[in-house]
């Protein structure tokens, strides 16, 4: 039986990848696709690890030869999800996490509607700055106009987080973690497919948890919006929440 397919998605420096980092040591039976690029490597990043590094050729040539499932271009690099990762994940019946750009999780809702689709915001944009500034001083340089292309580009990516089933702010990186995993638990109850070791009680918080992250539901929503000078009206109603014995 193939398993659930998560998309989770971020604005450049929102904390995204220690989420998914952290989530991974939780979390049993998630496979995590390993993105190709383009661009070089960051600071201690390692081939294999955080991407797979490859030429513009190379990569040309995967898209030729319809080797990703999904692929953009991303200030100047691009990036592509391989499409082989979904294929085994289906075949060992795994969920599969794809770490992807907001462009990617449109290709993929489209041609798979039922991918489960979280979206990561930071609480503001000087907290974003911030985490931008110091992740460029662990790379070895911090160039301002890099910076600000970036905070730019979360301002325009934020706007898409009305397409995301799930909305994470995160401020509290504990807090964050266990939004994110009450998610991914309570997306495998819907299916029926029981937690090692969940009791009842156990079920009934993850699924209070995961509520608060659904779409139309996320406490602080309009403020966070705000703060990157978008409108409170572009919050959605609520939505109805989730039980868990199905919607």
Do not use: W
């Amino acid at each position: 039986m193939a398993g659930i397919l998560f998309l989770i998605s971020a604005p450049s420096g929102s904390g995204k990848s220690t989420l998914v980092n952290q989530l991974r040591s939780l979390v049993d039976g998630l496979d995590f696709s390993i993105s190709y690029t383009t661009r070089a490597p960051r600071g201690s990043e390692q081939d294999g690890r955080e991407y797979h590094f490859v030429s513009r050729d190379q990569f040309l040539a995967m898209v030729e030869g319809g080797g990703f499932l999904e692929h953009a271009e991303v200030f100047g690099n691009f990036y592509g999800t391989p499409r082989e990762s979904l294929t085994l994940a289906a075949q060992h019946g795994r969920d599969l996490l794809l770490d992807i750009d907001v462009q990617g999780a449109d290709q993929v809702r489209q041609s798979m509607p039922d991918a489960v689709s979280i979206f990561v915001l930071p609480p503001n944009p000087e907290v974003l700055e911030m985490r931008l500034r110091n992740r460029s001083r662990a790379e070895g340089s911090v160039a301002d106009d890099v910076i600000e292309r970036r905070l730019a580009k979360a301002r325009s990516e934020i706007q898409n987080y009305r397409q995301y089933r799930y909305i994470l702010v995160n401020n509290i990186l504990d807090k964050a973690v266990a939004e994110l995993t009450a998610i991914v638990k309570c997306e495998r109850l819907k299916r029926g497919v029981p937690e090692n070791g969940s009791a009842a009680g156990d079920s009934m918080h993850l699924a209070d948890l995961a509520q608060r992250c659904r779409q139309g539901n996320v406490n602080g929503l309009e403020g966070v919006l705000r703060s990157f000078g978008l409108g409170a009206q572009m919050r959605l109603p609520n939505q109805q929440l989730f039980q868990p014995d199905g919607e």
